[in-house]
Protein backbone atom coordinates (compact mmCIF):
# COMPACT_ATOMS: atom_id res chain seq x y z
CA UNK A 1 0.00 0.00 0.00
CA UNK A 2 0.64 3.80 -0.11
CA UNK A 3 2.18 3.75 -3.49
CA UNK A 4 2.59 6.94 -5.17
CA UNK A 5 2.95 7.29 -9.26
CA UNK A 6 4.96 10.65 -11.40
CA UNK A 7 4.61 11.09 -14.92
CA UNK A 8 6.39 11.79 -16.70
CA UNK A 9 9.16 9.89 -15.34
CA UNK A 10 11.39 12.10 -17.84
CA UNK A 11 10.85 15.19 -19.78
CA UNK A 12 13.03 17.19 -22.36
CA UNK A 13 11.61 20.51 -22.94
CA UNK A 14 12.91 23.49 -25.26
CA UNK A 15 13.34 27.20 -23.18
CA UNK A 16 10.15 29.11 -22.94
CA UNK A 17 7.71 26.07 -23.08
CA UNK A 18 5.94 24.99 -19.95
CA UNK A 19 6.28 21.26 -18.99
CA UNK A 20 3.28 19.45 -16.26
CA UNK A 21 4.10 16.90 -14.38
CA UNK A 22 1.64 14.68 -12.26
CA UNK A 23 1.76 13.04 -9.07
CA UNK A 24 -0.85 10.25 -8.28
CA UNK A 25 -1.87 8.63 -4.80
CA UNK A 26 -2.67 5.30 -6.30
CA UNK A 27 -4.15 3.62 -2.98
CA UNK A 28 -4.90 6.19 -0.65
CA UNK A 29 -6.31 10.11 -0.63
CA UNK A 30 -3.39 12.21 0.06
CA UNK A 31 -4.62 15.16 2.45
CA UNK A 32 -1.32 16.69 1.99
CA UNK A 33 1.08 16.75 -1.23
CA UNK A 34 4.54 17.79 -1.29
CA UNK A 35 6.94 18.70 -4.35
CA UNK A 36 11.06 18.66 -4.25
CA UNK A 37 13.95 19.38 -6.18
CA UNK A 38 16.95 17.69 -6.35
CA UNK A 39 20.12 18.30 -8.01
CA UNK A 40 22.46 16.07 -8.52
CA UNK A 41 24.57 14.46 -5.59
CA UNK A 42 22.47 16.84 -3.68
CA UNK A 43 19.87 16.35 -0.97
CA UNK A 44 16.03 17.05 -1.53
CA UNK A 45 14.62 20.65 -1.44
CA UNK A 46 11.20 21.19 -0.35
CA UNK A 47 9.25 23.33 -2.93
CA UNK A 48 5.99 23.76 -1.81
CA UNK A 49 3.38 22.28 0.27
CA UNK A 50 0.15 21.19 -0.90
CA UNK A 51 -2.85 20.65 0.92
CA UNK A 52 -6.30 19.42 -1.46
CA UNK A 53 -8.22 22.14 -2.20
CA UNK A 54 -6.54 25.13 -0.95
CA UNK A 55 -3.24 27.11 -2.60
CA UNK A 56 0.42 25.40 -2.00
CA UNK A 57 2.52 26.98 0.17
CA UNK A 58 6.25 28.16 -1.06
CA UNK A 59 9.47 27.40 0.14
CA UNK A 60 11.30 30.77 0.55
CA UNK A 61 13.10 31.30 -2.52
CA UNK A 62 10.89 29.17 -4.96
CA UNK A 63 8.58 31.46 -7.33
CA UNK A 64 4.88 30.55 -7.13
CA UNK A 65 4.29 31.91 -10.60
CA UNK A 66 7.01 29.68 -12.43
CA UNK A 67 6.34 26.82 -10.50
CA UNK A 68 2.66 26.31 -10.45
CA UNK A 69 0.84 23.34 -7.90
CA UNK A 70 -2.31 22.73 -8.24
CA UNK A 71 -3.89 20.09 -6.05
CA UNK A 72 -7.66 19.38 -7.29
CA UNK A 73 -8.25 16.17 -5.58
CA UNK A 74 -7.20 13.73 -2.88
CA UNK A 75 -5.42 11.47 -5.72
CA UNK A 76 -3.68 14.54 -8.32
CA UNK A 77 -1.48 17.27 -7.52
CA UNK A 78 0.45 19.13 -11.12
CA UNK A 79 3.50 20.66 -10.92
CA UNK A 80 3.72 22.96 -13.69
CA UNK A 81 7.05 24.23 -14.45
CA UNK A 82 6.73 27.40 -16.79
CA UNK A 83 8.63 29.32 -19.44
CA UNK A 84 10.95 26.76 -18.29
CA UNK A 85 14.87 27.69 -18.65
CA UNK A 86 17.98 25.58 -18.63
CA UNK A 87 18.82 25.92 -14.97
CA UNK A 88 15.17 24.15 -14.33
CA UNK A 89 16.85 21.31 -14.90
CA UNK A 90 16.66 19.07 -12.07
CA UNK A 91 14.82 16.07 -10.48
CA UNK A 92 11.48 16.46 -9.30
CA UNK A 93 10.11 14.35 -6.37
CA UNK A 94 6.88 14.28 -5.06
CA UNK A 95 5.74 13.09 -1.76
CA UNK A 96 2.23 12.44 -0.69
CA UNK A 97 0.61 11.81 3.24
CA UNK A 98 -2.59 11.33 4.05
CA UNK A 99 -1.96 13.06 7.53
CA UNK A 100 -2.82 16.94 8.61
CA UNK A 101 -0.80 19.03 10.38
CA UNK A 102 0.32 17.71 13.56
CA UNK A 103 -0.96 13.96 12.59
CA UNK A 104 0.78 11.02 14.59
CA UNK A 105 3.71 10.61 12.21
CA UNK A 106 3.71 12.88 9.56
CA UNK A 107 4.91 9.74 7.51
CA UNK A 108 5.27 10.89 3.66
CA UNK A 109 5.40 8.44 0.41
CA UNK A 110 7.54 9.32 -2.48
CA UNK A 111 6.65 9.19 -5.93
CA UNK A 112 9.71 7.52 -8.29
CA UNK A 113 11.15 11.16 -9.52
CA UNK A 114 10.75 13.15 -12.65
CA UNK A 115 14.09 14.64 -14.74
CA UNK A 116 13.08 17.52 -16.54
CA UNK A 117 15.80 18.51 -18.85
CA UNK A 118 15.25 21.89 -20.54
CA UNK A 119 17.23 22.63 -24.05
CA UNK B 1 17.50 27.05 12.14
CA UNK B 2 16.88 23.43 11.08
CA UNK B 3 19.84 21.70 10.02
CA UNK B 4 20.65 18.01 9.54
CA UNK B 5 23.81 17.02 8.76
CA UNK B 6 25.46 13.26 7.24
CA UNK B 7 28.74 12.03 6.20
CA UNK B 8 29.04 11.98 2.19
CA UNK B 9 30.36 8.86 1.63
CA UNK B 10 30.68 5.02 3.22
CA UNK B 11 32.51 1.68 1.75
CA UNK B 12 32.26 -1.01 3.70
CA UNK B 13 32.93 -4.48 2.33
CA UNK B 14 30.00 -7.18 1.54
CA UNK B 15 29.01 -8.92 4.71
CA UNK B 16 30.05 -6.57 6.97
CA UNK B 17 27.95 -3.98 9.10
CA UNK B 18 27.43 -0.23 7.92
CA UNK B 19 27.00 2.43 10.07
CA UNK B 20 25.12 5.52 8.83
CA UNK B 21 25.91 8.98 11.16
CA UNK B 22 23.44 12.25 11.10
CA UNK B 23 23.79 14.87 13.34
CA UNK B 24 20.39 17.32 13.67
CA UNK B 25 19.83 21.05 15.12
CA UNK B 26 15.75 21.21 16.11
CA UNK B 27 15.18 20.21 19.69
CA UNK B 28 11.48 19.81 18.61
CA UNK B 29 12.13 16.94 16.19
CA UNK B 30 9.23 14.76 16.57
CA UNK B 31 10.33 11.58 14.10
CA UNK B 32 13.19 10.76 12.64
CA UNK B 33 13.79 8.75 9.39
CA UNK B 34 16.19 6.93 7.32
CA UNK B 35 15.42 7.22 3.57
CA UNK B 36 17.23 5.10 0.89
CA UNK B 37 17.53 5.97 -2.48
CA UNK B 38 18.67 3.99 -5.41
CA UNK B 39 19.73 5.37 -8.55
CA UNK B 40 17.37 7.44 -10.68
CA UNK B 41 14.28 6.77 -8.32
CA UNK B 42 12.68 8.50 -5.53
CA UNK B 43 12.97 7.65 -1.62
CA UNK B 44 12.16 4.53 0.09
CA UNK B 45 11.10 4.52 4.03
CA UNK B 46 13.68 2.38 5.76
CA UNK B 47 12.51 3.34 9.39
CA UNK B 48 11.86 5.58 11.85
CA UNK B 49 12.09 6.06 15.33
CA UNK B 50 10.11 8.96 17.97
CA UNK B 51 12.25 10.61 19.67
CA UNK B 52 11.22 8.96 23.20
CA UNK B 53 12.81 5.89 21.90
CA UNK B 54 16.91 5.35 22.25
CA UNK B 55 16.58 2.01 19.94
CA UNK B 56 14.63 0.66 17.34
CA UNK B 57 15.51 -3.24 15.00
CA UNK B 58 13.72 -3.76 12.27
CA UNK B 59 15.50 -7.02 10.80
CA UNK B 60 18.62 -5.86 9.80
CA UNK B 61 18.38 -2.38 10.51
CA UNK B 62 18.92 -1.24 13.96
CA UNK B 63 18.24 2.61 14.72
CA UNK B 64 19.77 4.21 17.69
CA UNK B 65 18.71 7.66 18.78
CA UNK B 66 20.91 10.04 21.23
CA UNK B 67 18.42 13.04 22.03
CA UNK B 68 21.14 14.69 23.80
CA UNK B 69 23.25 14.42 21.19
CA UNK B 70 20.76 14.84 18.39
CA UNK B 71 22.76 12.40 16.70
CA UNK B 72 20.99 9.22 15.13
CA UNK B 73 22.59 6.16 13.46
CA UNK B 74 21.63 3.33 11.14
CA UNK B 75 23.30 0.46 11.35
CA UNK B 76 22.87 -2.32 8.44
CA UNK B 77 23.72 -5.67 9.67
CA UNK B 78 25.27 -7.45 7.35
CA UNK B 79 25.32 -5.29 4.28
CA UNK B 80 24.81 -6.92 0.85
CA UNK B 81 25.41 -5.36 -2.47
CA UNK B 82 21.85 -4.39 -2.96
CA UNK B 83 22.53 -2.16 -0.13
CA UNK B 84 24.59 0.59 -2.13
CA UNK B 85 22.41 3.52 -2.45
CA UNK B 86 22.50 6.92 -0.71
CA UNK B 87 20.78 6.71 2.46
CA UNK B 88 18.90 9.86 3.73
CA UNK B 89 18.32 11.26 6.92
CA UNK B 90 15.10 13.28 7.88
CA UNK B 91 13.41 14.81 10.65
CA UNK B 92 10.15 16.09 11.77
CA UNK B 93 8.28 18.13 14.07
CA UNK B 94 5.50 16.42 13.14
CA UNK B 95 3.99 19.22 11.18
CA UNK B 96 4.80 16.93 8.21
CA UNK B 97 7.72 18.79 6.83
CA UNK B 98 10.69 16.65 6.70
CA UNK B 99 14.41 17.84 6.75
CA UNK B 100 16.70 16.17 5.07
CA UNK B 101 20.59 15.52 5.30
CA UNK B 102 22.38 15.76 1.96
CA UNK B 103 22.61 12.14 1.85
CA UNK B 104 25.40 9.37 2.08
CA UNK B 105 26.17 7.36 -0.42
CA UNK B 106 27.30 3.70 0.75
CA UNK B 107 29.08 1.35 -1.74
CA UNK B 108 29.58 -2.48 -0.97
CA UNK B 109 32.35 -4.06 -2.32
CA UNK B 110 33.42 -7.65 -2.23
Known amino acids: GAVVSQHPSRVICKSGTSVKIECRSL??????MFWYRQFPKQSLMLMAT?????????EQGVEKDKFLINHASLTLSTLTVTSAHPEDSSFYIC???????????????FGPGTRLTVT | GEDVEQSLFLSVREGDSSVINCTYT??????LYWYKQEPGAGLQLLTY?????DMKQDQRLTVLLNKKDKHLSLRIADTQTGDSAIYFC??????????FGAGTRLAVHP
Open chain 1, 95 to 109: SASHGTSGSSRGEQY
Open chain 1, 27 to 32: DFQATT
Open chain 1, 50 to 58: SNEGSKATY
Open chain 2, 26 to 31: DSSSTY
Open chain 2, 49 to 53: IFSNM
Open chain 2, 90 to 99: AESNGYNKLI
